[in-house]
């Protein structure tokens, strides 16, 4: 791995910022270089949120970048807004649960899953956890961090929920485990 | 004559003896506070806490006009720089010295703030109902029917609004408990003493002061002596004259 | 006295507007003046949030003219105040930084450059090079350093508290959106462990001693009654300024050496070019940068010598060419073809870089 680039994106109140950030803080505390832009736009709810991520092994020259290695879209919006940094190289996952079209851009691949259906129907999770499945599906797409790099991101930025409500720390840890599987099943 | 002339003005220790005559236009009335000022500072004994800042306008004159740490700042920015210096530098006693232009018009935003949050000053304005350095155009105070420069027919307020009041509208929003908020008048040298006197020692004790001293500028009104303090009487009766606020008085140990 | 938080070196995650506000409690700035604004708050949020620690100053003012002109309040107090804005809050603090200029306060302020004109875009641009530099009715005697990154950051807000504290002309420190509002790691240390000794500070107003005994009293003016009283202190000014340029001047060259195509960017876009220099090496196109740090003063000498070397050159910013149009005037009589690449207010990557250099290797540069 020279440097991977990705963009997640969804509709601002979706967790996009919250799980971009313990992808960078596990990517940080793993050793790699780790560069993170919040795209913030004067909405602080309801705009279109994307997170822009690298995780390298060397030095990170450019913030910003052209075209991403893996895009992550999770709204109908999010498709609409960043198709521009997809290219024959970028590997596109979205949510068919949630989107109620396919993104129609030419990539190495297009991944759909169906994470907010499976946090909303399965009793062990819920709906506040669907960012961290997605959280999961990106880990099991990008496969440069260990699943233990980002538990201990999780405990830096949920500990004292977790602390207060020790079923979080279970419900979260299982929804890693179930995005990361959701995107090995739809890769088969 | 001549002796008359040899006779030295009794400066106070906190005016500038090499200044001078005054460089302010004959019969001008930023001589008398700046004068009263001075006596006060030196009464109070304030003369090494004392930090003055003139805005810009006729006010800037007093630039090197007080035998005090002196500052000139920019149009409205008087009161700013000082509490920039009060907070950075508490126990200085900050003046913010400026007209009625520069205090209720382009600086009103801080002298609003300001007197909310209290801050440890004296802002202290001169109004002379006009703005004077840039030849006698239209303030918030011109009066009702005055001829300047920009309401030569008289000022309508039908068109211009009403003149603003600035220290009933800071007695309205300072905190009564650390604030003194008054009016006075040249025309009452012994009265504005009083009131600086009052306004200083509660900047002195960790209080905001604001005092608004109703001035005369015959140059710009065009007035003879007599014409001159008719106009300052028709002020003092349009802008009333007294303490709006006087800070709660601390239990005496 | 400040208390300081680093003490040994310590490697962190931060986002640079958190960076900022460690550089400055390293530094030992004693207060920070400040209004909120966007893509600058969390300066003041991470200055604020330390003060129990630091034992610093903070007071949020009405607006940006009244954080400017308090922050020369502080300085005139004798205290290392500074402040941090951004975009329209740049544009009314004008009013003070260019009293600052004038009475040679040193002024310290981060920008956090936004798109513009007007509100525009909260995010991001290179659109306050010009105002940063020449802003203000004035001559522009100012200090810029353009920053590219975290480590940048830190090092330069330090170094513009010292710069400013001992020659006397407002520094800034030049940033953007991406590099606030980013997260990479950073290594903060004690200045004195690198060498760094803080210039001291002195009060303006209020010096020790009697008035009329032991000084005078101390007369600040920045108006002046004759053309010529004023132009006898700017002569002076632009003398002092012009002979302390080259102790100043600061720039960071990549590949330049033997640069064909010589990129000519500051700040973030600079990093931009670093990748694309990397893919265009491995293409086999000779490309390389000059990056001017400061970019007031302008390090005119080396900037001159690695354009005449190469046989073109490109300008690139998130700017309609402000840094160009500085850069051009000090390169007159050079005739070394250039292109451009300016997009406003938004990011340049390296694929953009890489494409247009391509496109000029094929097709070169007539101007």
Not at chain 2, 194 to 206: D, P, Q, S
Not at chain 3, 1 to 15: A, H
Not at chain 3, 99 to 104: D, F, G, K, V, Y
Not at chain 3, 290 to 299: A, G, M, N, V
């Amino acid at each position: 791995m020279a440097r991977i680039k990705i963009a997640l994106a969804g509709e601002g109140g979706h967790g996009v910022q919250s799980v971009a950030k313990i992808l960078v803080e596990a990517g940080y505390e793993a050793g790699k270089q780790v560069l993170y832009i919040p795209n913030f736009g004067v909405e602080q709810r309801g705009g279109v949120s994307i997170a822009f991520c690298q995780i390298a092994d060397e030095k990170i020259g450019e913030p910003r970048y052209s075209k991403a290695d893996i895009v992550i879209m999770v709204s109908d919006r999010a498709i609409d807004r960043c198709s521009t940094y997809v290219d024959e190289n970028t590997t596109v996952i979205y949510d068919s649960s949630v989107c109620t079209k396919k993104p129609e851009v030419k990539a190495k691949r297009i991944i759909p899953v169906n994470a907010n259906e499976i946090a909303n129907t399965n009793p062990e999770l819920g709906a506040r956890v669907f960012n961290i499945i997605i959280l999961g599906v990106i880990l099991e797409a990008t496969k440069v961090l260990d699943v233990e790099d980002i538990k201990s991101a999780m405990e830096h930025a949920l500990g004292k929920k977790f602390e207060a409500k020790p079923e979080l720390r279970t419900k979260n840890h299982k929804a890693l485990e179930v995005g990361m599987n959701l995107l090995k099943e739809a890769a088969v | 004559m001549a002796n008359v002339l040899e006779v030295k003005p009794d400066l106070a220790q906190a005016q500038c003896a090499e200044v001078g005559a005054s460089k302010f236009c004959p019969g001008c009335g930023h001589g008398t506070i700046l004068k009263t000022l001075a006596q006060v500072i030196d009464e109070l004994n304030l003369n090494e806490r004392a930090v003055f800042g003139c805005d810009i306008g006729c006010s800037l004159l007093s630039w090197n006009y007080m035998n005090i740490d002196t500052v000139q700042t920019h149009h409205g920015r008087t009161t700013p720089v000082i509490y920039g210096v009060t907070r950075a530098n508490p126990g200085t006693v900050g003046i913010a010295y400026m007209g009625d232009g520069g205090g209720l018009a382009i600086g009103s935003q801080h002298l609003v703030n300001a007197s909310v949050r209290g801050e440890n000053m004296l802002i202290l304005l001169a109004n002379n109902t006009n703005y004077g350095m840039t030849g006698g155009q239209m303030s918030p105070t011109t009066m009702p029917g005055q001829v300047t420069e920009t309401t030569p027919y008289g000022r309508d307020c039908s068109i211009t609004g009403k003149p603003a009041k600035g220290a009933e509208m800071i007695a309205a929003i300072a905190d009564p408990e650390k604030s003194y908020v008054a009016r006075s008048t040249m025309g009452n040298v012994r009265g504005l003493k009083k009131v600086l006197k009052a306004a200083l020692e509660n900047v002195a004790n960790g209080g905001f002061s604001f005092v608004e001293v109703l001035s005369v500028c015959p140059n710009n009104w065009r007035t003879n002596n007599i014409k001159t303090l008719e106009r300052l009487k028709e002020m003092e009766e349009f802008f009333e004259v007294k303490e709006f606020i006087t800070p709660a008085k601390k239990e005496e140990v | 006295m400040v208390k300081k938080l680093i003490t040994q070196d310590t490697r962190m995650f931060l986002t640079g507007n958190e960076v900022i506000a460690y550089a400055a409690n390293a530094a030992e700035a004693e207060f920070m003046y400040g209004y909120p604004i966007t893509p600058q708050n969390e300066i003041m949020h991470t200055w604020c949030k330390l003060l129990p620690k630091t034992e610093a100053g903070f007071l949020q003012t009405e607006d940006e003219i009244s954080a400017g002109f308090s922050t020369l309040g502080g300085i005139l107090a004798g205290k290392r105040a500074f402040t941090a804005t951004a975009g329209p809050g740049n544009v009314i603090m004008q009013d003070a930084q260019s009293m600052a200029e004038m009475m040679r306060l040193p002024f310290v302020c981060a920008v956090m450059q936004r798109g513009g004109p007007s509100t525009a875009t909260v995010i991001y641009a290179q659109q306050e090079t010009r105002l940063t530099c020449f802003g203000g009715n004035g001559e522009g005697f100012r200090i810029v350093y353009s920053t590219a990154g975290h480590q940048d950051l830190y090092d330069y807000m330090i170094k513009a508290f010292n710069t400013a504290w001992k020659y006397r002309f407002p520094t800034y420190m030049l940033a953007d959106g991406y590099q606030g509002k980013m997260r990479e790691p950073v290594t903060l240390y004690d200045p004195a462990s690198r060498g760094i000794s803080m210039v001291p500070t002195e009060a303006f107003l209020r010096a020790e001693g009697k008035i009329g005994v032991d000084r005078d009293a101390t007369h600040l003016r920045n108006t002046f009654n004759l053309e010529e009283e004023l132009m006898e202190h700017l002569d002076v000014y632009k003398e002092e300024y012009e002979r302390i340029s080259p102790e100043i001047e600061e720039y960071f060259e990549y590949k330049a050496e033997d640069a064909e195509v010589l990129v000519i960017a500051h700040g973030i876009v600079a990093r931009s070019a670093v990748t694309a220099i990397d893919e265009l090496r491995a293409k086999g196109i000779k490309a390389g940068l000059f990056r001017p740090i400061t970019i007031r003063p302008l390090p005119v000498n080396p900037m001159r010598a690695a354009v005449k070397r190469a046989k073109q050159v490109l300008f690139t910013e998130s700017a309609n060419g402000q840094l160009a149009q500085m850069c051009l005037e000090k390169l007159y009589g050079l005739t070394t073809p250039y292109s451009t690449l300016f997009k406003m207010g938004v990011g340049v990557t390296g694929d953009d870089i890489v494409s247009k250099v391509e496109a000029m290797v094929k097709e070169p540069a007539t101007v």
